[in-house]
Every structure is written in structure tokens, then in C-alpha cells.
């Protein structure tokens, strides 16, 4: 049956993904988005390569049968870095994913030095060794694998309280003397952009922040293909988890707050 509206599915293992909505809704304002928490296996950093592929190739299954769209947006870098193909090879519609913002922060920097910030698994990855390969091989690259960050960004989306003390020991190797040259820092999981504004206060004005949403917005819009998914007001969603996540008045509120419909938390999927 044909859709009155294109729709697509986002999936992220918490509500990182969030940051990629705002800026798809931003650019494409009706399309509908169904979101997906798979906050029963966050953080995905903790699964294997091989755990992982299987469980988001058969939740995103087993959400597409129940609610068929036009094409997914895997809005999570460690989850893109590593399921990609096997979720393309297994989906019939168009599968998008985030990549690190590598290339614009190496061709922004004016002083050849960038920062990647992401999780230990994403930094670590074959695909982030590959882009700055490509792209960034004329700069200097401090790479830092924050293994706490993504869970202080969600805390302080949901509770709206920030452990400042955590975040600079987080963000510490950025203040080293080494790297005093540093003018651009690609925030390198989609939790990140939540705490743009903490993040630019400890680092300074001379720092520029960059993520992946805008890009990953113009991306699908080429996909799609719909000029008339760029007019109107927001066409809103649904936001699922598969748990984890405590149901209540003020989460209720905040996923309001993004978009999406009011009542439209469930407990599973």
C-alpha cells in the first residue's frame, strides 16, 4: 500500500541518535520518523562485531515487518562502523549511516591538528583509520577513545545534571600541551552533540565542534528523493525502546520535546 508519507526508521542504542533526528527534521520536515532505543543493549561499544551485526539486522527486521518505511538511518557510529553491509545485504530499501566528520573538520583546520571523539570501539575501528587515511593524512590526529562520555550525555539529556568533573576527565587529553594547536574536534558519536555546549566551554572559542547530522540529513535527502518532504511542519513519529529506559512523565516529555508523538514510548518492541 502506497504511504500518504515518506518514513524512515532511526536506530541508535540509547538516544544519541536524537542529534541525528533534530537535524534530518530540520532539513526534511515531512518525513515521518519512527525511532528505535535499543537501550536493553546499550552501550553497543560492548558487544562484539559479530553479536552486533546479528542483533540490529534482526531488530530492524523484526521493526520493518511490523512497520514497513523507506529507508533506515543507522544513527550510531559504532553500530555504522561495523553493520553496514551485512544490514544492506539483508534490506531491500536504503540503509544510511553515520560517518565521522573527518573530512570537514581536516579541510576547516587551519592548523592541521583534529580531534576525534568517540567511543574506544570507534576509534579504534578499521573505518576511522580509513577516512583519515583519505582525507586527513596531512593533519595531526589525537584520537580519544571517552568511555564514559555517551552515558553522561544521556544522563544529562534525561535528568537535565552534568558530573562536570567526569566530563573534563573525559575531555583531559584535549588540554594537553602537545595538542595546543587543536582547532577542530569531531564529535564522533552521536550522544556527543547533547553536550555541545559543556564540551565548547572547556575547550575554548579557538575550538571548533563538528558532527555528523547536517550530512547525514543531505544524505538521505538525495536518497529519497522528495522535494516536498523539505515543506510544511513536522510530520513527527513514534519513539520505541527495547528497554532500560523508565517510562514516566518527564522522559514523556523530552521525547515530546524532539518531535515525536506524545504517548508514543512503549516498553518493547
Known amino acids: 500500500m502506497q504511504q500518504e508519507r515518506q518514513a524512515i526508521w532511526l536506530l541508535d542504542s540509547s538516544i544519541g541518535g536524537l542529534t541525528i533526528a533534530r537535524a534530518i527534521r530540520h532539513r526534511l520536515p515531512g518525513l515521518t520518523q519512527h525511532y528505535i532505543a535499543d537501550h536493553a543493549a546499550f552501550p553497543y561499544g ?20 511490523a512497520q514497513p518505511v523507506d529507508a533506515v538511518v543507522i544513527a550510531c557510529n559504532t553500530a555504522s562502523t561495523v553493520v553496514l553491509p551485512a544490514l544492506r545485504e539483508r534490506l531491500s530499501i536504503p540503509v544510511v549511516g553515520v560517518v565521522p566528520a573527518i573530512r570537514p573538520a581536516a579541510a576547516a583546520s587551519a592548523s592541521g591538528v583534529i580531534g576525534v571523539l568517540a567511543t574506544p570501539g570507534t576509534v579504534r575501528s578499521a573505518h576511522v583509520a580509513t577516512l583519515i587515511e583519505r582525507f586527513a593524512d596531512h593533519c595531526r590526529i589525537l584520537k580519544i577513545g571517552a568511555p564514559n562520555l555517551a552515558a553522561l550525555a544521556e544522563q544529562y539529556w534525561l535528568k537535565g545534571t552534568l558530573d562536570r568533573e567526569a566530563l573534563t576527565r573525559e575531555l583531559a587529553p584535549l588540554r594537553a600541551p602537545e595538542w595546543c594547536s587543536l582547532d577542530q574536534l569531531v564529535l564522533g558519536c552521536t550522544h556527543y552533540p547533547l553536550l555541545r555546549e559543556a564540551i565548547a566551554a572547556q575547550l575554548g572559542d579557538h575550538v571548533s565542534l563538528i558532527d555528523s547530522g ?52 512503549r516498553a518493547s518492541v
Not at 560492548?46 to 515487518?65: H, I, K, Q
Not at 519513539?239 to 529506559?245: A, D, M, R, V
Not at 523530552?254 to 506524545?262: A, K, M, P, V, Y
Request: charged share 25%; with cysteine; net charge negative.
Open 46 to 65: 560492548d558487544l562484539s562485531g559479530d553479536a552486533l551485526v546479528e542483533r540490529v539486522c534482526d531488530l530492524m527486521s523484526r521493526v520493518l515487518s
Open 214 to 265: 547536517d550530512a547525514v540529513a543531505r544524505r538521505l535527502e538525495a536518497v529519497l528523493a522528495d522535494p516536498g518532504l523539505k515543506q510544511g511542519d513536522s510530520a513527527g513519529g513514534c519513539f520505541y525502546t527495547t528497554g532500560g529506559l523508565t517510562e514516566s512523565a518527564a522522559l514523556a516529555a523530552r521525547i515530546r520535546d524532539e518531535g515525536l508523538q506524545t504517548g508514543s514510548i
